[in-house]
């Protein structure tokens, strides 16, 4: 039975795959950051659950540890944490900028550093890459910054780690309905603007990145490294109607 760490498990997409991954029997560990939500969630999935700062290596690392001593392997990690920042460069405050870099990139590195002290036996790493990395879209420097970060992060891994028989991969999500996007989601105007950019007319739901982080942290992937994944309804790569 495959044992998964789930980062920012308690989030729309974090949540998904952790209940898409306990329904096919894997053994879970649950971190964020809000115990009550992640009490909730373990209950869903009979998963155990961490209380942590996915932005400290230390703590994500202790985790990790954790999961092997509980269950004695680690398999694979998921980092679901992140943020959208939507602001022109010249307004972005220093602490805004810092904060973008720390739970978008810093959580991204603590996630490679700790499966790189951890998993011993090989296994599976995925990050949360974006399409704004991917296309020039205006006031997404910040996030778009720190989202190629993360790409470029996946990539070197990647190749670190590939003796190990770690592998490391990205999934590239468009804008997807979850609480971390509602502010833009619940303005009629900026709700509108977005789905005029998704060349499929709709947003995206956590069910539709969920299936791809699940296949890429299992076995059935395992000739696949080194792969940004877009999950964006052709936002990157297709011209809107």
């Not at 980062?7 to 795959?17: D, V």
């Not at 509602?182 to 739901?205: D, Q, Y």
């Not at 982080?213 to 076995?219: K, V």
Request: net charge neutral; charged share 20%.
């Amino acid at each position: 039975m495959n044992t998964y760490l789930i980062l920012g498990a308690t989030g729309g997409i974090g949540s998904e795959l952790s209940r898409r991954l306990a329904k096919g029997g894997a053994n879970l560990v649950l971190a964020a950051q809000n115990e009550d939500r992640l009490q909730d969630l373990a209950g869903e999935t009979g998963g155990e659950t961490i209380s942590l700062d996915a932005r400290s290596t230390g703590e994500v690392e202790a985790a990790a540890k954790q999961a092997v001593e509980r269950f004695g392997r680690l398999d694979g990690i998921a980092n679901c944490v992140g943020s959208i920042l939507l602001k022109p460069a010249h307004i972005t405050k220093d602490e805004d900028w810092q904060d973008t870099l720390e739970l978008n990139l810093g959580t991204a590195f603590a996630a490679v550093k700790a499966a790189g002290r951890t998993m011993r036996d090989g296994g599976s790493v995925v990050l949360m890459s974006s399409a704004a990395a991917r296309i020039g879209l205006p006031n997404h420097e910040a996030i778009a910054a720190a989202k190629a970060g993360v790409a470029g992060l996946t990539l070197s891994a990647a190749a670190t780690y590939a003796p190990k028989k770690i592998r490391f991969n990205a999934v590239a999500p468009g804008l997807v309905e979850t609480p971390g996007s509602a502010k833009i989601t619940a303005s009629e105007v900026s709700r509108n603007a977005s789905l005029s950019l998704h060349a499929l007319g709709e947003l995206g739901k956590p069910s539709d990145v969920a299936p791809t982080i699940a296949w890429l942290l299992g076995p059935d992937s395992a000739w696949v490294t080194g792969q940004v994944f877009g999950i964006d309804g052709g936002l990157s790569t297709v011209r809107a109607r």
